[in-house]
């Protein structure tokens, strides 16, 4: 009997571009051949070849793929979802040097910065040549940056900043930060050189997520910076939130990979895994987990479509992009679960890829926004009140 994989139960590739399939192809590709090979040894050693892999992502374009000039690609939102979702199916940790290198670093940068900075950073950052991480949580101020408590205060024409920031993608192997901090005025950015003197990055350790990505804590000592360090346009806290809402469009659509990518492997294993004398897939509580997940996945797909269309029409609104980071992250979690009960015992074995995503999905639910302080700005749009403190 034919079969049909997961993602395309409705046909939704229909409603693709051919420049949209063309850009998956190509992304699907360098994650069969750059990713999936070495991933499971990444993660078992806690390391990722990061450069490498900012390289030839950005030898392909697809970092800040979805930004326009500067050495960008200036594709649409879908193209880019699609990349993300790519890369995910291969490992969130890949999706996330991404997604911080353009939504995050480049984005601030490309939206805040003035023209000298994005001159200088932009075109090396789109090549790969320079990798940027993004700086708002600090050890005590998480789902609460308004707290934070990194200071910069000015000394003549030089800025100075003091404090720390905590769990910081890419920041060990980063070349240059963007830094929120606290001035008279409010919150400011800051795009901070990583070997400034005062500034040290230094690995996290025993992570059990998101392995296959580094990240880091930074202290920031007495760091001196020119007056043109700062981004000119980045006024308050809505700067780096509306980064935050940059980036969790990618998150929307790649989680749905790292879930695609365990569904297919249940299914696959559930077809020649033979108990009681016939495959574990004809059993019809299996046959019923896999449909509840199949359709799970295809309504996480058409949400994240239609927040890409929104996007790109230039009306996607941040409460938007919640509903579709708490839904996809959430479904993508527990379909990765429920996919790791099928493979029973060799569902825990790094051998097979599913405990590996379910563990990531741990991290991308908190991260961009935990669930719920999605749910609380959901919340807040439906009733007009804020809970959130
Ligand atoms: P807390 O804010 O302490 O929250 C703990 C719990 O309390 C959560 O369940 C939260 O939802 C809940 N909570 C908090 N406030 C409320 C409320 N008002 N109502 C109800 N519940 C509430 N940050 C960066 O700036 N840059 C990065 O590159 C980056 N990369 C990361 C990579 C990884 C692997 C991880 C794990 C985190 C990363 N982060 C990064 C940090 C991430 O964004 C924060 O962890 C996240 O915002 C949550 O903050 P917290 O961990 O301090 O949790």
Not at 14 to 42: F, K, Y
Not at 187 to 213: C, Q, W, Y
Not at 337 to 360: D, F, K, M
């Amino acid at each position: 009997m034919s079969r049909v994989a997961p993602l395309d139960l409705l046909d939704l590739d229909a409603s693709l571009t051919d420049e949209e399939r063309q850009i998956r192809a190509v992304v699907r590709q360098v994650v069969d051949d750059r990713v999936r090979p070495h991933v499971a040894g990444w993660y078992e050693r806690g390391s990722a070849p990061v450069r490498e892999l900012a390289t030839e992502f950005g030898r392909l374009g697809l970092l800040g793929m979805h930004l326009t000039g500067y050495g960008c690609a200036g594709s649409s939102a879908v193209a880019y979802g699609l990349a993300c979702l790519e890369l995910e199916a291969g490992d969130s940790g890949v999706r996330s040097l991404v997604s911080v290198q353009g939504s995050l670093a480049m984005f601030a940068i490309w939206r805040y910065g003035g023209e000298e900075q994005k001159q200088r950073w932009l075109p090396a950052m789109a090549a790969g040549e320079v990798i940027g991480c993004f700086g708002l949580t600090e050890p005590d101020h998480g789902s609460d940056p308004s707290s934070m408590r990194t200071r910069a205060r000015r000394d003549g024409d030089d800025w100075v900043l003091t404090g720390g920031k905590m769990w910081i993608t890419n920041a060990p192997v980063a070349d240059v930060a963007v830094v929120w901090a606290r001035t008279d005025e409010g919150v400011r950015g800051f795009v901070v050189p990583m070997d400034t003197p005062g500034v040290t990055a230094t690995e996290i350790r025993n992570k059990m997520s998101l392995r296959a990505s580094s990240t880091g804590e930074v202290v920031l000592d007495d760091v001196r910076l020119p007056a043109d360090a700062r981004l000119p346009l980045a006024i308050g806290l809505k700067a780096p939130l509306s980064c935050l809402t940059e980036a969790r469009q990618g998150i929307a659509w790649g989680s749905l990979g790292a879930a695609r990518d365990c569904l297919q492997t249940a299914i696959d294993y559930a077809g020649s895994r033979t108990q009681f004398g016939r495959p574990i897939a004809g059993f019809q509580l299996t046959q019923a987990k896999f449909a509840d997940m199949a359709v799970e996945l295809q309504k996480g797909y058409l949400l994240a479509l239609h927040l890409a269309r929104l996007a790109d029409a230039g009306t996607l609104r941040p409460e938007q992009v919640s509903v579709g980071k708490l839904n996809n992250v959430r479904e993508a979690l527990g379909i990765a679960r429920q996919c790791r009960t099928i493979l029973g015992a060799n569902g825990v074995s790094g051998e097979y890829p599913v405990l590996r995503h379910a563990n990531n999905l741990e991290s991308v639910l908190t991260y961009e926004g935990t669930s719920e302080i999605h749910q609380l700005v959901i919340g807040q749009k439906l009733t007009g009140l804020s809970a959130f403190a």
